[in-house]
């Protein structure tokens, strides 16, 4: 199974191959005009290589794209990044990985974060998050730190009760029946949803199963603020803070978000699925 960061670098490679196209260069002209060996080129557009930023700047500019360098740029270091994580995590454990976010939620004013398949991490209870968590340091073969991870989650939540914050979240129907545990775990965690749903400061809309929508399932992500955004994997996150990417992000979620019930047609599918555990 491929890895975030190397789907990340074959998106990229991709990206690379159509400015070069668009440039009407072949691979062999623009690896002659950089003065790199022909292969780099076929390695670079298939994902079998990293390209430096040195390597981006000649790129765009013997393509005549010096515009999106910066872009492309800031790309390859979130690249980079996703290798940094997942290699930090499995020698340091899910701990980390966890603790590792709290400076951004705590500068965050607005989140906005949409999942299709399991509840937010902000959202889930102790027992929820430690079945999630386990099950991913078992899969990736990362150190045991399964109690301390839970303890890091967990502490991230404060930011629900404190500061002048605001948290819109859209779940998916299909988030509120995938089996975590056991029934005692989901039926915590849902009830966990509809205390959560009284505080004035979260918003949480459900999008129904059978409703019209606005537009298809996505990955999950998240939005902090309008600066970054995360699409959180089991092996690494992927941060984007280009601001083309973002602003597609937020239409993306605004459409989630019209697809979605409030208030008591979303308690109602909330305690459906509650009575289904």
């Known amino acids: 199974m ?3 960061a190397e ?5 990229l490679g991709v990206r690379l191959r159509e400015i070069r196209k668009d440039a009407g260069l072949t691979g062999r ?10 292969t780099k080129i076929s390695k670079i557009e298939g994902g079998g290589q990293t390209p430096s930023e040195e390597n981006l700047r000649d790129w765009c500019r013997t393509c005549g794209a010096e515009d999106q360098t910066a872009d492309l740029i800031a790309t390859v270091r979130s690249i980079d990044s996703m290798y940094l994580e997942l290699r930090r995590t499995m020698r340091t454990g899910m701990r980390h990985k966890q603790k590792a976010l709290l400076p951004l939620y705590e500068r965050t004013r607005v989140f906005r974060a949409y999942e299709p398949g399991i509840v937010p991490g902000l959202l889930q209870t102790a027992e929820y998050a430690a079945a999630i968590i386990g099950r991913n340091i078992e899969q990736g073969g990362f150190p045991n730190d399964l109690d301390q991870a839970v303890a890091a989650r967990m502490e991230r939540q404060k930011v629900l009760y404190s500061g002048d914050r605001r948290f ?18 989901m039926t915590g965690q849902l009830d966990r949803l509809l205390a959560v749903m009284s505080l004035q400061r979260v918003s949480l809309g459900v999008v129904p199963a059978g409703g019209e929508r606005r537009t298809w399932p996505s990955v999950g992500f998240w939005i902090f603020d309008e600066h970054t955004v995360r699409l959180e994997t ?13 602003a597609v992000y937020l239409r993306k ?9 409030l208030g008591n047609p979303a308690r109602d599918l909330i305690s459906q699925a509650m009575r289904a555990t």
Do not use: K, M, Y
């Open 7 to 11: 789907n990340a670098r074959r998106a």
């Open 253 to 261: 979620f605004q459409r989630h978000q019209t697809s979605a019930v």
């Open 168 to 185: 819109l979240f859209v779940l998916e129907e299909q988030a509120l029946r995938t089996r975590v545990g056991n029934t005692d775990v």
């Open 29 to 38: 002209a623009l690896a002659d005009a950089c003065g790199w060996h022909f």
């Open 2 to 4: 491929t890895t975030p």
């Open 234 to 246: 089991p092996s690494a996150e992927l941060t984007i803070t280009q601001e083309g990417e973002i």
